[in-house]
């Protein structure tokens, strides 16, 4: 489904908290494009909404109504995780492209749905899986693959942050709302693993817990016994990939004084890739057998290069211009009659590391993809 005429691409959204808007922020931006019409039951976030798309802009309580009463090229959902796959409902069959926020969805059997549903689609369906946008990752991404640290070994993500944020009726505050932190949250580093690596992931190994944020938070306190928030805070996960790689995820969430808010190395038999975010890349090349069987020192050369933006970044947001650019990436797809970089088979697996890794957290043992995700499942 190709848009080929001169019009803009007209946009609604669905969900319009904190990423809603942002995504609003970015369509205005975006060339050729205008916010149309928003969907959400909550006022006050249509009314953020309304304010953000700087003009006129329809607003509905539910998705259908404004489906069926606008005239829309794109539609964006970015609803509380749990409920994609009931929101996406109204959607299928009709001629939009779909942008989804991420996770998928917040278990595997939802977004196998998902991806059922999307096969006989007749528009785009694109995860918003954005980080593989930000400029340093981007490039550090490309780096690898054209193979500055040889056949990779080890790659690791660190990121030391802030504190889940605050949203609407702190639905964030609960695995049964979110999918769980590793879900929720970590999907970014799973796509970032795969995309980076190539490979498929077979095994996880994870420990993790919830040690300082939120403990003294509670929720529907008119229950007789109020609820506690139970996101994880804290955890290590390895990731085992059928190519002999090794992937660490490094993620604390109480660590708001760190310089850099993620940082990511790719180490192999040839060199090493760094890049931190927001910030700059580092590649150390060298010939690593000749220095050690020449009995040299590690004297191997380093460039350092800033990578702190591109030029094709109009909107920065809250993702260090990384949201604009997944629009700039959708917005081509649609218009040539391409397919989505960031699709819904990436949105099953980044889901599927994230709940095995959490199984792992649970039964204390390491996971087979295997068991979350049947082996065929994503078979054409």
Known sequence: MRHDDDRPLRYGFVGVGMMGVEHIRNVVALPD?????????HEPSLA??????????????????????????VVVVSTPNVSHREVLGP???????????????TTVDDALAVRAAAASHPG????????????????????????????????????????FLAKVGDWN?????????????????????RVTLGARPVRVLASGGQDVNHLDERYRTELATAEVPDILDNAFVVVEFDSGARALLDL???????RWEQELAATGDRGKVETHVPGFMEVVRGARPELVLGG???????????VLDDDRI???????????????????????????EVGVDDGVWSVAMGVAAHRSIDEGRPVDLDEVLPAGALAD
Request: net charge negative; charged share 20%; aromatic share 8%.
């Open 252 to 258: 604390c969430m109480f660590a708001e004084g760190s």
């Open 296 to 306: 040299r020192g590690p004297d191997w050369p380093v460039e350092v290069t800033e």
């Open 314 to 340: 109009l909107e920065q947001g809250g993702h260090h211009g990384a949201s604009y650019l997944e629009h700039v990436a959708l917005a081509e797809a649609i218009r040539s009659g391409g397919t989505a």
């Open 91 to 105: 959607c299928w069959g009709r001629p939009v492209h779909l942008l989804v926020e991420k996770p998928l969805c």
């Open 33 to 41: 494009a205008v916010p149309v019409a928003a969907a959400d039951p």
């Open 173 to 193: 505050r609960f695995n049964r709302n979110t999918g769980g932190t590793l879900v929720e949250k970590c999907c970014h580093f799973f796509d970032l693993m």
């Open 48 to 73: 953020a909404a309304a304010a953000a798309a700087g003009g006129p802009l329809a607003t509905y309580a539910g998705t259908e109504e404004m489906l069926d009463a606008e005239e829309l090229d």
């Open 124 to 163: 785009l369906v694109a995860v918003g899986l954005e980080y593989r946008y930000m400029p340093p990752v981007a490039r550090f991404i490309d780096e690898v693959h054209r193979g500055a640290a040889g056949r990779v070994v080890m790659l690791s993500i660190r990121e030391h942050r802030y504190p």
